[in-house]
């Protein structure tokens, strides 16, 4: 069942990369699938509800308070923000490091290419980075640490 659920993380997540690629939206319905699935894995996982369960709900608070502060800055999304909370639930904080830095480099090479095919864009394209494709990678990067 393990097995089932992260592949079903892997679709949304791959879900997520291709909505915020071709329209720059992420659906609440996909982040609330993603975070739903959640307790699913914890159960499929043996997880404690202490520390095990309580760890991962501290951690998803904590994502959320950070990614609400720069989605108030305008420097996040308000989708991005909640695919990387949603995210926080299935990964323990050690992965979640290692996806944070899969994240920020797969979101530094994307905007160094929307700024190279920028100048072929049309003019009154939006400048904005689909952020949700480097939130997506860093996912996929550590999915095999949450089958092990």
């Known amino acids: ?14 879900a997520a990369a291709l909505g915020d690629w071709r329209h720059r939206l992420i659906r609440n319905r996909l982040n609330g699938a993603i975070a739903a699935g959640a307790p699913l894995f914890w159960l499929a996982c043996h997880m404690e509800p202490w520390p095990g369960i ?8 904590l994502v ?9 800055a305008r420097m996040l999304g308000g989708g991005d923000a909640k695919l990387l909370a949603a995210l926080a639930l299935w990964v323990p904080p050690a992965a979640f490091a290692e996806l944070l830095l899969v994240m920020a480099l797969a979101g530094g090479l994307l905007a ?10 049309a003019p009154g394209t939006p400048a904005s980075v689909p952020y949700g494709i480097a939130i ?13």
């Open 1 to 14: 069942m393990t097995y089932g659920l992260l592949a079903l993380l892997a679709i949304a997540l791959l």
């Open 54 to 61: 309580a760890i991962q709900l501290a951690l998803a608070l």
């Open 64 to 72: 959320l308070a950070v990614c609400a502060a720069l989605f108030a």
């Open 112 to 121: 160094g290419a929307m700024l190279v095919t920028r100048r072929r864009m």
């Open 136 to 148: 997506a990678a860093g996912g996929l990067w550590v999915l095999p640490a949450l089958s092990a």
